[in-house]
């Protein structure tokens, strides 16, 4: 080889690349988290709330609904959900999922197992104020039992009213 010539080029160090697939990963973690906890809910239904309804004032359950569109319900049966408001309806449930998270929470659950235990919901919302929350369930309705004791619909939908309890 003569001195004018050149040596070709030698590649990066290991040390380089592995600096930059390590950056790389971290962004891409970052990202999914930052995506994942982006606000998606309503910030009006945001906050801890006490719910009753106008058939059954005596029952309460405690709503807390999370900025990213989670919320967890307590209640006779508790659970975390996802929710979200479209349009005029309240909902939370599997309904609310998004179909990414969907796809990755029915993965997840077929590798984890377990069951989805979530109760599927969807209210129309009838009035929104800062501390109170009045909504119509589309799906449930007021319950009485018959002759012989058991407890059949009346076809007249449940009114929830949330109420914001100060955190």
Avoid: C
Wanted: glycine share 8%.
């Amino acid at each position: 080889m003569e001195p004018t010539e050149q040596a070709p080029s030698t590649p990066p160090p290991r040390r380089r690349r592995r600096r930059w697939l390590i950056a790389a990963l971290v962004l891409v973690l970052v990202s999914g988290v930052a995506w994942w906890q982006w606000p998606r809910g309503d910030a009006r239904f945001v906050g801890k709330w006490d719910v009753t309804s106008v058939q059954y004032p005596d029952e309460h359950e405690e709503w807390t609904l999370h900025s990213n569109g989670t919320g967890r319900f307590d209640g006779y049966f508790p659970q975390r959900a996802p929710w979200l408001v479209r349009e005029n309806d309240f909902i939370f449930g599997r309904k609310a999922r998004r179909p990414f998270n969907a796809r990755l929470q029915d993965f997840w659950t077929s590798i984890a197992g377990g069951g989805d235990h979530v109760t599927d919901s969807i209210s129309e919302i009838l009035l929104v104020e800062p501390n109170q929350i009045r909504m119509r369930s589309r799906e449930r309705t007021v319950m009485t039992q018959d002759e012989r004791g058991r407890w059949v619909s009346t076809g007249k939908p449940i009114i929830e009213i949330l109420t914001r309890i100060p955190e």
